[in-house]
């Protein structure tokens, strides 16, 4: 067993695992790290100094000399983001950034340079690991893989409240679309691309509350989790 519990929550965008995985470092006192958030970092730095999003190489040299700090609030609902310590939280979940986000991740030198800094992230007690490739690539011997999955209609549903929630300006036409695009690239690329691991627990929640889904990991880790605390 290893030192460092990890438990992997993979899936396209727009399902919930943001919620999810904040809920369950939460409850578990775990660290947390959302992967996706550093593609988002990675994609608004290159962005912001005009570094094109095809070149990879370019990309990947940011990649590795990107500084970039995460803080959990006290209340630990909320991740903070911060580059070269400026707050970037709001800037990078804009879907425009979600979008190059997965259009910078789609290399692999970037994945590459990124890899050991995710890998950072498994300390003691354990890790709640949140992403497209935790299970597979990241994380391969983690205790728990997850996969959750969801119509690409409930997800576009789902983003669409959580981004007006936030107050961005957003229509369904164009977020459908947009979540799409995403998909497609983040499902068909050759480096790490989105799916389930072979040993991962698939959970469809289209018809699903977000406390349903919670209950029913809690119900799949609660073993794991008694046994490091
Ligand atoms: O989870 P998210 O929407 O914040 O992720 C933004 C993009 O980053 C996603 O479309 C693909 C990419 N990504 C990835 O390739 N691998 C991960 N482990 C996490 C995100």
Redesign the pocket.
């Known amino acids: 067993m290893p030192d460092n519990p990890v438990i992997t929550i993979d899936g396209p965008?727009g399902v919930g695992k943001g919620t999810v995985c904040l809920f369950l470092a939460r409850e578990t006192g775990w660290h947390l790290l959302d992967?996706?958030?550093i593609?988002?970092v990675l994609a608004y730095a290159a962005l912001s100094r005009k570094i094109s999003l095809e070149d990879e190489h370019s990309l990947s040299d940011l990649a590795c000399d990107l500084n970039v700090v995460f803080k959990r609030s006290n209340s630990e609902e909320k991740l903070s983001i911060f580059l070269e310590n400026k707050e970037i939280t709001e800037q990078i979940r804009t879907e425009e950034c979600?979008n190059a986000?997965?259009k910078v991740?789609k290399y692999p030198l970037v994945r590459k340079a990124l890899l050991n800094r995710q890998r950072g992230f498994s300390k003691p007690p354990g890790l709640i690991a949140d992403?497209?490739?935790?299970g597979t690539v990241v994380f391969p011997d983690a205790r728990v893989k997850i996969f959750l999955n969801a119509s690409p209609e409930e997800r576009v549903n789902r983003r669409y409240k959580q981004l007006k929630e936030q107050g961005f300006s957003v229509t369904l036409a164009r977020l459908s679309a947009e979540i799409a695009e995403?998909d497609t690239r983040?499902q068909l690329r050759t480096e790490s691309p989105l799916k389930p691991a072979p040993d991962a627990v698939v959970i469809d929640t289209t018809d699903l509350m977000i406390e349903q889904v919670i209950n029913q990991i809690w119900d799949i880790i609660k073993q794991d989790i008694s046994e490091f605390s």
């Not at 992403?131 to 935790?134: E, F, I, P, T």
């Open positions: 965008s992967s996706g958030a593609y988002r979600g986000a997965s991740a992403g497209r490739d935790m995403r983040d």
